[in-house]
């Protein structure tokens, strides 16, 4: 059943945490002691190697250390988490960072962690065979996403626009979530018409055959870095060298990543991948090109940021003036790309 316009164009509701719940959240586990805690709390994401991940195998973190706390699959829940104090860390699209700052979460965002170019990107899949062509025909049609309210509807509205859709006739397409994993083999059995496909599960994909690329947001936006890590003030302020370790860190492996042969990137991350025993098949890395930061060391230039921030407000789904750009982010704690 179709959800109706007024329902889905609540964007990023899933986000609309009141500002008490959020300025309740604890640091448990992550309060400062003398010098600040030394061990960050995170989610990760099954089959793939983050940065932070990457950073810490290659020694950037120092001595701080990463504590898996499980895996998400949704950046809104795990910035959530982050504003909420359940880990040290989230990372979203930046359009689910402006939203949750808009609902009075105190983050900030501090280091761009991926991006979209001619390498990394999400493409909207449908079967070889499939009659559709244009954005019109997806009215009633099912697009399968890792999550609802971030980078993946936000790039499906922007092209449904752009294809000269109503927003009744928006509100008529049928955005599902269907886990990352089983995205694919859901598109290739019918059950949704199309699938947001992105990074090694894209490639994988596409070189097993069968489908093709109805748009991507490299296609709609040109490069750009597409979404933040945030931490909360309150963890900033108690733990200014943890977090410069961190961000610096980060910084420094997404340098590496783009400086070092690609061959020798996967192999880093496919020996993380099995030495940190989680039960995953390391086979997809084989695919892997590039986080798709724009920015060098992944410093933010906040054009990232307002370009959501501006969206967003035209859409009704904040107020113009409820998030300052200013406000929201900051490369203080980024030694690694000045």
Sequence with gaps: MATTASTRRQFLSLLGLSAVAVSCGTTAGASSGKGGTKTLRYQGWAGQVTLPELAEDLGYLEDVKLDWVGNTISGPQDIQSAATGQVDFGGAFNGAVVKLAANKAPIKAVISYYGADKYAYN??????????????????????????????????????????????????????????????????????????????????????????????????????????????????????????????GVGKAIEWARSTPREEVVARMTDIVKKRGRNEDPAPLKYWQSFGVAEKAGRITGKELKLWIDWLAERGDIKKGQVTLSDLYTNEFNASGS
């Design 123 to 248: 493409g909207f899949y449908v079967l070889k065979d499939s009659p559709i062509r244009s954005a019109r025909d997806l009215i009633g049609k099912k697009i399968g996403m890792n999550t609802l309210g971030a980078h993946s509807e936000a790039m499906l509205d922007i092209y449904l626009q752009r294809g000269g859709l109503s927003q009744s006739d928006i509100g008529k397409t049928e955005p599902l979530v269907v886990p990352p994993v089983n995205t694919e083999q859901t598109l290739r059995q019918k059950q949704i018409d199309v699938a947001v496909l992105g990074g090694l599960l894209r490639d994988k994909a596409l070189a097993t055959g069968g489908i093709r690329p109805l748009f991507t947001d490299y296609q709609l936006l040109g490069a750009f870095s597409a979404g933040t890590y945030v931490m909360t003030d309150r963890f900033l302020k108690q733990n200014p060298d943890t977090a410069r370790i961190f961000v610096t």
